[in-house]
C-alpha cells in the first residue's frame, strides 16, 4: 500500500534540512572576486594575465611525474589511511634535516594528509568541543579562509588578532584577552605569512607557546609557503624548530602542516603532511579513518619521491628569487611594498580603495589581483586588508614583468 503520508507527484516540496552553519560561511575570496569582476569588460587589446590566484606555475619536476606513471598499479589497491612506510619515513627524514629536529617519530608523529588545506579544515573537526560554553578559535587576520570556515563548521566562535603595519604585521597575540584564551581550543598560525609573507620569530613562538600552557589550547602552524624563500642560507623558522630550540620535548599541542604543493609546483597532486604532537597525530588519525582521506598509492609513491629529493627545490627557490629580485623594486615605486621574508606573494598598498583599484586595473590593464580586504574580516573596528591587495608572482618572469609593467601604468595614470 502507498504510504498515505507521502505528498502526490508535483506537490511542493520542503527544502532539504542542512546543516544551519552553512549559513554562517562568508563567501570564498575568489567567488567574490569573480561576482565583483563579471560585469567588467577587461581591455580587449591586452592579453589577460591573472595574479590573483597563489597557483604555481613552474613546472613539475620530471621525478614526479615519472614517479607518478610507475605507481600505476597501486590503483589496483584501496590506500591506508595512514599511509605507507616509505612516506611517512621520507617526510620524517625531511623534517628532521629541514628543521634541524633531533628526534620525530615517523610512526607517532607524522601523518600524510591530502594537502594541507584539507587537513587544515579537518583537524578543527577533530579537535574541537562545540558543548564547552564559547568555544573558540583563534586566528590572525587578514587570514586564509579555511581557518575561519572550520571554526564556523565545528560549531566554534572565531576571534580575530589584526596584523597592522605599525607592528611590522606581526598579530599582537598577547593583546588577545584572557577571557578570550579562557576559551580558545585552537589557534591558527600561518608562518611564512598568506598574504603578507612575513616568518614568525622566535620570540613570537616562546610567546605563543607561553600562551598555550596557560590556556591549554592547541596550535596548528600552517607552513605550506614555508620552501619559498630566497637566501638558501636563512630559511624559514619552522614551528617545530622553534619548539626544539626552546625545549619543549614531544612539541606538546603542536601540530604543523606542510605541503608539496608549493615547494614541489604539484597543487593538483594534493599531498601535505601534518606532524607534531603524538597524541593530537593519533587522534586525527582516528577522525580520518572515519573521514575517508586516505592518499592514493600512485600520489603516496609520487610524494616519497618529492621528498626525497632537494635539488628541484632549490630550482624552484631560484626562480623565484629572480623574480622579485626585479619586480619587487619596480612594483614598489608606485604601490609600496616590501620585500617579504617568504612566500609568493607582495602584499602591496593601493592608492584608492583596494576593491576598487582591482577593478580599475582589470578593466583598463586585463591585469587580475586580489583586494586584501577579501582576506580580512572587520575586527576591533577595522578590516586590516583593506587598502593592499595581494599579487601572486607566479607565472614565469615574462609573463609577471609584463604584468608588473602595466600595474605601474595603471597606477600612474590614477
Known amino acids: 500500500m502507498r504510504n498515505s503520508n507521502l505528498q ?25 572576486l569573480r561576482k565583483a569582476l563579471a560585469p567588467l569588460t577587461p581591455n580587449p587589446d591586452l592579453r589577460p594575465i591573472n595574479l590573483g590566484i597563489g597557483e604555481p606555475k613552474h613546472p613539475t619536476p620530471a621525478l614526479v611525474i615519472d614517479a607518478l606513471h610507475a605507481a600505476t598499479s597501486g590503483l589496483a589497491n584501496y590506500p591506508m589511511t595512514v599511509g605507507p612506510v616509505e612516506l611517512r619515513a621520507a617526510i620524517a627524514r625531511w623534517l628532521r634535516q629541514r628543521h634541524k629536529l633531533s628526534t620525530l617519530d615517523e610512526k607517532e608523529q607524522v601523518l600524510p594528509v591530502l594537502g594541507s588545506r584539507e587537513a587544515l579544515f579537518a583537524f578543527a573537526q577533530t579537535v574541537i568541543d562545540p558543548s564547552r560554553v564559547g568555544a573558540t578559535v583563534v586566528m590572525p587576520n587578514p587570514f586564509y579562509q579555511i581557518y575561519e570556515g572550520a571554526a564556523l563548521l565545528a560549531g566554534a566562535e572565531t576571534y580575530c588578532v589584526n596584523s597592522l603595519p605599525d607592528h611590522g604585521f606581526v598579530p599582537q597575540w598577547g593583546d ?19 598574504p603578507t609573507g612575513r616568518v614568525a620569530t622566535l620570540d613570537e613562538w616562546r610567546t605563543l607557546f607561553e600562551l598555550s600552557d596557560r590556556h591549554g589550547f592547541v596550535i596548528a602552524s600552517d607552513e ?61 588519525l582516528l577522525y580520518r579513518t572515519y573521514h575517508g582521506s586516505a592518499m592514493s598509492p600512485m600520489v603516496a609513491q609520487a610524494s616519497t619521491a ?57 578593466q583598463q590593464q586585463a591585469v587580475t589581483v586580489m583586494p ?43
Request: with cysteine.
Open 176 to 194: 588577545v584577552p584572557d577571557n578570550v584564551l579562557a576559551r580558545t581550543q585552537l589557534m591558527y598560525v600561518c608562518s611564512p605569512e598568506n
Open 306 to 362: 618529492a621528498w626525497n629529493d632537494e635539488e628541484h627545490v632549490r630550482a624552484n627557490r631560484r626562480q623565484y628569487a629572480a623574480k622579485f629580485r626585479t619586480l619587487q623594486p619596480k612594483l614598489a615605486a608606485v604601490l609600496p611594498c616590501d620585500m617579504p621574508d617568504a612566500a609568493f606573494y607582495l602584499w602591496a598598498r593601493t592608492p584608492i580603495d583596494d576593491a576598487a583599484f582591482a577593478a580599475t586595473l582589470y
Open 8 to 32: 502526490p507527484s508535483g506537490a511542493p516540496q520542503d527544502a532539504p534540512r542542512v546543516n544551519p552553519r552553512l549559513d554562517r560561511l562568508h563567501a570564498y575570496p575568489f567567488e567574490r
Open 224 to 284: 605550506c609557503y614555508s620552501e619559498v624563500y630566497f637566501d638558501e642560507a636563512t630559511p624559514p623558522l619552522g614551528a617545530l624548530a622553534a619548539a626544539q630550540i626552546l625545549g619543549r620535548e614531544g612539541y606538546p599541542r603542536l601540530l604543523t602542516f606542510g605541503s608539496l604543493s608549493k615547494r614541489s609546483n604539484v597543487p593538483g597532486m594534493r599531498s601535505g603532511y601534518v606532524a607534531g604532537d603524538a597524541s593530537l597525530v593519533k587522534a586525527f
Open 372 to 414: 586584501g580586504s577579501f582576506f580580512g574580516r572587520e575586527a576591533h573596528g577595522i578590516n586590516p586588508g583593506a587598502g593592499y591587495v595581494r599579487i601572486a608572482l607566479v607565472a614565469s618572469i615574462e609573463e609577471c614583468t609584463e604584468a608588473v609593467e602595466r600595474i605601474v601604468r595603471c597606477v600612474r595614470a590614477l
